[in-house]
């Protein structure tokens, strides 16, 4: 069993920052990917950020500039640093994890957080 939980949202007004976290645990063999969703009211998840081992991270565009993920491999953690918030940028962010359980199973399973909210109004 593996868990995904996130924190850090909030409210903030527009130009102001946030920083997300997100941290994985349980029956962890290895994680090839981390990165982040969000969804906001009416609208279908979009990605917006996803840092594979590779390192190649990827941004939406509507991002680019003003987040950076970065990961802690050490603490199977993944973190959106959020600058020049913006009102659209409101929505439930959603942290996922994709990981192999155990090493005589090639297969990789996506394990999702539970969301949290960042609201971003004046």
């Known amino acids: 069993q593996v868990q995904v939980v996130e924190s850090g949202g909030g409210l903030v007004q527009p130009g102001g920052s946030l920083r997300l976290s997100c941290a994985a645990s349980?029956?962890?063999?290895?994680?090839?990917?981390m990165g982040w969703y969000r969804q906001a009211p009416g609208k279908q998840r979009e990605l917006v950020a996803g840092l594979p081992n590779s390192g190649n991270t990827y941004y939406a565009d509507s991002v680019k500039g003003r987040f950076t993920i970065s990961r802690d491999g050490a603490k199977n953690t993944v973190y959106l640093q959020m600058n020049s918030l913006k009102p659209e940028d409101t929505a439930v962010y959603y942290c996922n994890c994709d990981a192999r359980v155990e090493a005589s199973n090639t297969r990789s399973y996506r394990y999702w957080g539970q969301g949290t909210q960042v609201t971003v109004s004046s």
């Open positions: 349980g029956s962890i063999f290895s994680i090839y990917n």
